[in-house]
């Protein structure tokens, strides 16, 4: 699950990480009053951001600097309601400007091969790490941290000696690794991105210039099957960019993924859901999905599973394969059944029912003329030939 950037921050902020201070408006008068706030509390500009779930809002023009409320105002309206790579910026952030001196990357991912968190640093930070992947690989630098010893001191002060950094920006940058690691581990984070870290200016309290380091931007990604043990971090799911489909999906209680084939697939139970994609394509298919319906689907869940199928376009035919366990095959029948009834689009579909309650299903199936399949490699090669035909 993504979160906004502003979520992001406050994840970082309960780590102790220097976040500078911020508010979220949603209308281009709540983005005047804000930047009223941080200009009486002496910033001499503000930054107003598009809070939307992509990257690269910067070069999109979702990123101002303004130096009145009047022209944060002005500015935050032209950015609520652009649109940002095909999303709706409903909300911005609004917050002191930073006078930037320097920009670098720091991010924490889960490193698979591994099995470890690794933290990349690179000094070429405010652009998106992937272009400096490509461009200039040997400018990302990275550490794994240990997972019974988390993140040694020294793996982070290597790291900032690797992009430039001496103290006494280093020490804040060792403090600053150690806070994304346990960002990471407080939330179970896929991803903990800060782009840029920015190496500030500012004025100290008695008026010396100093230099700091403070986490201008924040990105992460939530691993999904980690949120049951967050109850909390549910209230950062951000409703008004989930794809409707995930929304629908999470509501039923069913695994759901979109691949890019034609074979909508609806099973029970994750192994039989791959064991059937792996028979589409041995057949030629190509599946259009990833669908379990979890045990013990009821009629209601069947039918909802049909809709998130026939809602992608791609799809030219269906396949339906469950084991009857705890799963009852009469209920999936009628649940397809009553599916079929209100189906806007008629799409070819093949059904395998076996175990508790077969021949009820079986019956049911042939009453209303469903194709059917006793075996799966019958029902997978019947689909193939299905979204060929249809492609024809
Ligand atoms: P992104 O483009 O979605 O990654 O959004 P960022 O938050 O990273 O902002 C993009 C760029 O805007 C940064 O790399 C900075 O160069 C600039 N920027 C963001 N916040 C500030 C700020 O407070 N002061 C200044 N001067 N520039 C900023
Ligand atoms: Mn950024």
Redesign the pocket.
Known sequence: MKIQEADAKSLLLAQGLPVPPWEVARTAEEVKAAAQRFLDAGAGRV?V?AQVLV?????AGG?K?ASSAQEASEVGSRILGMDIKGITVRKVLV?A????VK?FYLGAIIDRASRRIVLMASAEG?VEIEEVARQSPGAIHRVSADPLLGLLAFQARSLGLAVGLRDPLLNQFVAIAGGLYATMKANDADLVEV??LAVVAETAADGTPRERLVC??AKITLDDSGLSRHLELEALRDLDEEDPTDAQARKLGINFIHLDGSIGCMVNGAGLAMTTMDLVKHFGGEPANFLDVGGGARHETVRGAMELILADPKVKAILVNIFGGITRGDEVAAGLIEARAQQARAVPMVVRIVGTNAAQAARLLQEARFETATSLDEAAEKAVAMAKGAAR
């Open positions: 930054v951001k990257g690269g809002r910067g070069k990123v600097l917050g400007a930073a006078e930037i920009e405010g782009n840029p201008l931007d």
